[in-house]
């Protein structure tokens, strides 16, 4: 059974930093594309930032790159999630989610698997 477990989230204050970890168990972790969406209430889930199976291809929702960042580790079945400079817009639920297929998608209805998510709330 595959399970997705999400990490990290919490409540900060405006330009701190986090970092989201989801762990993978269950199935062959390397093989498949992994992604982070958010949720925040009221408005529909929308992707944050999917990478390949590899980690060689990222790809970025409507956030700003250059605060968020995805990587994974393949040996420790983990993907991350870096938040920089985190803002009350930022402010939702982050859930992890993995795709049979080598490659990320920015569509949520594609991909196979879900964690529950972690909430994140960014507040002074």
């Known amino acids: 059974q595959v399970q997705l477990v999400e990490s990290g989230g919490g409540l900060v204050q405006p330009g701190d930093s986090l970092r989201l970890s989801c762990a993978v168990s269950?199935?062959?972790?390397?093989?498949?594309?992994m992604a982070w969406f958010r949720q925040a209430p009221g408005k529909e889930r929308e992707l944050v930032a999917a990478?390949?199976?590899?980690?060689?291809?990222?790809y970025y929702g409507a956030v700003d790159q250059g605060r968020f960042r995805i990587s994974r580790n393949n040996a420790k079945k983990t993907v991350y999630l870096q938040m920089n400079n985190l803002k009350p817009e930022d402010t939702a639920v982050y859930y992890c989610?993995?795709?049979?297929?080598?490659?990320?998608?920015?569509?949520?209805?594609?991909?196979?698997?879900w964690g529950v998510g972690t909430q994140v709330t960014v507040s002074s």
């Open positions: 990478i390949s199976y590899s980690g060689d291809s990222t």
């Open positions: 989610a993995e795709r049979e297929l080598a490659d990320g998608s920015p569509y949520a209805h594609e991909y196979d698997y």
């Open positions: 269950g199935r062959t972790f390397s093989r498949y594309a």
